[in-house]
């Protein structure tokens, strides 16, 4: 008979909610216990009583396949902007840091963000409009799920509107560079 001679604790969510990256986890192991427990609930007297021994951990390597949890901090934060609107500036601008396979999996969900924080928030429509023409200009290696996504769940009826306003802007500042530069890119996309 086999009998359970420690125990271990990973949290599998960050603390923003998003799943943790992959990786290999080294986790300190503690005396089995009757119940479930988390290490944090114990002082550090407690902890080191329940350790087996110091410095003995079980390595594991995690690994996410889903299609509805990520391990993106700018993702989930993205996909959860309406719940926690404080910080969405900072996601838009680092949307370019998303890996593709990332965008990939959420397409849908992030063009449906971006699309609606360029309709409800006039604030932040120059950077809903920059994060959407980065995930355009990605080009060939996402055009079929893009087509996908126009075939099949876009539903805006004003966005045009609100996508030529922000091309108008580009062009109303002909010498700035940085606005030329994107001009340029929205166009190629």
Request: charged residues 25%.
């Amino acid at each position: 008979e086999k009998e359970e001679f420690a125990q271990a604790y990973l949290k599998l969510a960050k603390d923003d909610g998003a799943v943790i990256e992959d990786n290999i986890y080294s986790l300190p192991t503690y005396r089995p216990s009757l119940h479930p427990f988390h290490p944090s609930f114990l002082s550090k007297e407690e902890a080191k009583a329940a350790a087996i021994r110091k410095g003995e951990v079980v390595r594991i390597k995690t690994t996410l396949s889903s299609t509805e949890l990520t391990s993106n901090s700018y993702v989930y934060a993205l996909l959860r902007w309406k719940v926690n609107p404080a910080g969405i500036e900072d996601v838009l601008k680092n949307l370019t840091f998303i890996e593709i396979s990332e965008i990939i999996k959420f397409l849908r969900e992030i063009f449906g963000a971006i699309f609606e924080i360029m309709e409800t928030k006039e604030n932040l429509v120059v950077l809903a409009f920059d994060a959407f023409v980065f995930i355009v200009g990605l080009g060939t290696r996402i055009s079929s799920y893009i087509d996908k996504y126009l075939a099949e769940s876009f539903s805006s009826i004003n966005l045009h509107v609100i996508l030529l306003q922000c091309l108008r802007r580009y062009l109303d500042t002909p010498n700035d560079s940085a606005h030329i530069n994107k001009f340029l890119t929205a166009l190629k996309s």
